[in-house]
């Protein structure tokens, strides 16, 4: 497949994108990143994605080089004319390039948009339907993760560690309470049916696809309580379960060897994927 992407203002066949070597995102990870999630042909919570990486390049002081709206026309362009149907978008974005490598860099540096689709079978997963094993081990990424950088090599050598181990990804421990998955939100629920998440601070993703879970859960009638939870108490739990862009929810079955529940995915969990893929579709864009 030789996808088109798009390069810094341009749509170009993947094989032919280039990049600086002396890009800061290369060098320096100093670049952030959102992935949405494509159903139908369509954007799924899309507007959130944008609002959040508009905060990112906020907080470290990136420009966005386009509008909110032209982006969302790039992501559908580029949906259109590499025909996907189920995946998603991936959008990344750098604080660009000046010439050689620097710690230091200049207000009026340019940066470097990139952005490519990915043909994903997302509603039929394995993992959705089986559930998923996870290992924990101690979170050891920097102290502002609410910020979606693409300084992803901690989360990284940890999912390659879980499955070293047999597992299909991790859960990261700080202070004795689960901060969240290797590249998603994580949730327990209790023997009295509630919903227990992580709050939103700097300790974790503000998940786009956690903010429209949480809402149809109220909206279900569902108890959430958003505080921290251990790894003992998730041992303990009914249910657990994940959720990111491009999973909706994943049901956790194991976690160090212990079976959640019964071992296989969950009431609320399979109840809240199939309601979120619903709604996601008839809202899509």
Same mark, same amino acid.
Request: proline share 3%; with cysteine.
């Given at each position: ?20 070597? @002396?890009?800061? =995102? $290369? ?17 799924? /919570? ?5 609002? %959040? ?25 580029? #949906?259109?004319? !590499? !025909? ?8 990344? &974005?750098?604080? =660009?390039?000046?010439?050689? %490598? ?6 009026d540096i340019q940066p470097t948009l990139v952005m490519f689709t990915q043909q994903r079978d997302l509603i039929n997963s394995a993992p959705a339907q089986k559930g998923i094993k996870? +290992?924990?081990?101690?979170?050891? %990424? ?9 300084? +992803? ?7 390659? #560690?879980?499955h070293q181990a047999g597992c299909d990804d991790v859960w990261l421990i700080e202070d004795g309470y689960v ?11 209790? !023997? ?10 700097? /300790?974790? &993703?503000? =998940? ?7 809402? +149809?859960?109220? /909206? ?10 251990? #790894? ?8 657990? $379960? ?5 999973? @909706? #929810? ?36």
């Amino acid at each position: 497949m030789n996808r088109t992407v798009y390069v810094n203002g341009y749509y170009v066949k993947e094989d032919q994108a280039k990049v600086s070597i @002396f890009d800061r =995102g $290369f060098l320096f990870a100093d670049a952030v990143y959102e992935v949405t999630a494509v159903l139908e042909g369509k954007l799924i /919570d899309n507007a959130g994605h944008v609002a %959040r990486l508009e905060r990112s390049c906020k907080e470290l002081g990136i420009k966005m080089p386009v509008t909110a709206e032209e982006l969302t026309k790039i992501q559908k362009h580029l #949906i259109k004319i !590499n !025909n996907l149907t189920e995946g998603g978008v991936y959008l990344q &974005l750098t604080r =660009g390039s000046e010439g050689d %490598r620097d710690f230091a860099y200049s207000e009026d540096i340019q940066p470097t948009l990139v952005m490519f689709t990915q043909q994903r079978d997302l509603i039929n997963s394995a993992p959705a339907q089986k559930g998923i094993k996870v +290992l924990s081990m101690d979170d050891i %990424r920097w102290r502002r993760r609410d910020i979606k950088t693409t300084s +992803l090599l901690p989360a990284c050598l940890a999912k390659h #560690i879980a499955h070293q181990a047999g597992c299909d990804d991790v859960w990261l421990i700080e202070d004795g309470y689960v901060t969240e998955g290797g590249s998603s939100n994580a949730y327990i629920v209790t !023997n009295d049916n509630k919903i227990v998440t992580r709050p939103l601070s700097n /300790d974790i &993703l503000h =998940g786009i696809t956690r903010s429209s879970l949480l809402q +149809l859960a109220r /909206d279900c009638n569902l108890e959430i309580e958003e505080r921290p939870f251990t #790894i003992d108490e998730a041992y303990q739990a009914k249910e657990a $379960f994940v959720s990111s862009a491009t999973t @909706f #929810i994943w049901p956790v079955v194991s976690i160090d060897g212990h079976s959640i529940g019964c071992g296989q995915p969950g009431e609320v969990a399979s109840k809240l994927r199939d309601i979120y893929i619903k709604t996601a579709i008839e809202l899509g864009e």
